[in-house]
């Protein structure tokens, strides 16, 4: 093998150390604020940055997993809670103006409103030979109780 | 009696000038770098007498030259940022220890090896990278001796100018050849010569080019050369080819 230059592999060397980043620093001179020794530089402050995110993504997660299960249940407890200024135990249907204790509404008389009571209004509905406007009315007035 | 004349005009702008001269010179506690032509033991006396600023400009002058070792020493790219930085750090709080008559680099280097130490230790090396195939290390008695991977380092240093001093063409050379490490017979494809050329003309030649700079660099090459095994340099050549 022909003898080789002895500088070759220190060119090697050279190479390996420039693709390492062993110049890395060469053009960019840091700042003042950014030196080493300077509590503020920005290799401190990404320190402690990623220490701050590190320790605020699971108290994050966990706060986010906590409304996700607090709040749907929050919102159903809203649509559930009582009017202002009605009893409190009133049904949103009973808010609704629907007294299902009305009479008018057990069509079947039997003493309980049900989905029964809906089927005979139906029947009714039908045998009345029509379907008016003012029948509708009529019937979504019994349905209703109103 | 004779009142004496009022200091103006010459006498001011003397003032003036010796207070320019000494903004510029003269370490300041201010924390702004001193002129990079600064006179390296006038820096270097005031690094030890604890002018931050003096240390602030020999950190931007010792940078490259110090990353490089830390190179020499670890062999890590990832850690190069954490030893500099921990280094330039322990430097800067132990800089009225250091004694301006030894050179700053292998003080710095001898604070260097600690902190590489410790790393190994925090990352359960062994040896610390120590014991590896490079163009150095063969012969030495202690692979970590600051004075000698200080010189090291300051060669390679001087070496990467020199190198960025060639012509594109050599520079293009040795980048393909040496830096990414491709055989002699792809450089010549991709330079159009001959690989006879290119292996017996045209690198010799600009090794020689090298050579001359590093020589005006003050870079004695057979102090290298000297404690390289030749079989370590023929294995890696030839594992280049």
Redesign the interface.
Known sequence: ??P???????????????????????RT?PV?KD???NPASS?GTAGIGLRLVRRAVPVAAAAALALAVLIPGRMFQREDAAVPGTDSALTPLQAAGVNLDHRGADCNADGVVNGLDIDCFLRQHAASGGASALQTETFTRRLLGT | MATPRPRCGYDSAAVLLRRFVASRTAPTAL?VPLPEALDESVLLRAVAAGNAAAF?TA??RY??RL??A???MS???DW??DL???T??R???ARTAYDPARPFLVWLIGILRNVFREQCRNAGVVGGGAERD???SAGRSDPLDPARIAAEAE??AA??EC?AGLSPADQDL??W?????QALRAVAQRMGVAEATL?EVR??AV?GR??ACLKVRGIA?DD??AA?GGD???Y???E?D
């Open positions: 093998m022909q080789s230059d002895p500088l070759h592999p220190w060119l090697s060397e050279l190479g390996c150390a420039r693709a390492s980043g062993a110049f890395a620093n060469e001179r003042e030196l080493p020794w290799r | 924390g602030t950190y931007h940078a490259v990353r490089l830390a190179w020499r062999r890590r790219g190069l940022d500099a930085n921990e330039w750090r430097a800067f709080e490079d163009p150095g060669m390679l070496l990467n190198v040795v980048r050849r040496f830096f990414e490490g292996r690198l010799p090794c090298l050579r090459l290298f050369f390289h370590e340099l023929q890696l050549l030839g280049r």
